[in-house]
């Protein structure tokens, strides 16, 4: 068998090392996984409440078109239902996008390093990949916007960044906006949009009444705590959604995630209250770098990327050992460094304390 000559130098997605694999390996009674930003306070009592309503239902296939969640969501944005489109994950809509645009003719521009989806699945469809590095972690958009030319098909900017946790200003990205050509795409992913704080972030979903070629990405793994059910959508253009349709998957998205994002949505107060943690939170690692004099960037998201000046799998190593799971700076392009999930805040004095160890 044959296989596309362009996956034999992928490699597959490569996640935090599960809990029970480290419990077992290092023969440890108590790990912290602080390497996938996942929410560390869970989801939603309303939404763990909707999950058992539909227990009894598992025998049927879901709604493929996600009617009541659409209606529900379109509500909340403020946007036409037809403006929407859902996903295993924000992680499918990327793997859509690139299924129903990109080809070996066509070329795809991206930050790097960022998250490695939009690079992995360009890949698979055999198109150019232009990446341009970030400059003092963030995007370089003057410099994505001269890469352009009549085969590019895709921008992505990831705003919040992964995994930097920096962002793209309002003037930055409607100055960007005016002069991508109409034919090539915008995907601005926001996976943590519900964390951003920053006054300067620009409100995306109101431009796409403006911008047709401009996509939105959202998720309901983060901040929501959804994460295990895996449901995402993308904002856009009503056209433009009809017509990338085809290449999602019929009923892509579960009964049980489609019913805890409706209650999730509903559960506002759950938002807040997890954001003000996490600000608590990252805090406490501003603090410890500014005791240590460590340097990183400030973060719109519920992770922090640190640089420790040392090699970051030894470092990573030696967390493993003592019960803490993060994410290497050399998996994410940004050696001596490490990603650190905002913990609660007895997870973050415990493995601050670790590190001050380690350190001196």
Known sequence: MQIKEQLLGLKPYQPGKPIEE?????????VIKLASNENPYGSSQLAKEAIKEELDQLGLYPDGYSAALRTKLANYLEVKEEELIFGNGSDEIIQIICRALLDQQSNTIMATPSFPQYKHNAVIEGAEIREVPLKNGMHDLDTMLNKIDEQTKIVWVCSPNNPTGTYVTRLSLLSFLEKVPSHVLVVVDEAYYEYVGAEDYPETVPLINKYPNLMVLRTFSKAYGLAALRIGYGIANATFIRQIEPAREPFNTSRIAQAAAIAA???????????EKNNKGLQQYYDFCAEMNLTYYPSETNFILIDFKRDSDELFQALLEKGYIVRSGNALG?????????????QNAEIIDVLKNFLK
């Open 265 to 275: 949505i509903d559960d506002q107060q759950f938002i807040a209250d997890c954001v």
């Open 22 to 30: 480290v419990q077992r390996e290092y023969n440890l009674t108590k």
């Open 334 to 346: 940004v050696p001596g460094s490490l990603r650190i999930t905002v913990g609660s805040e007895e």
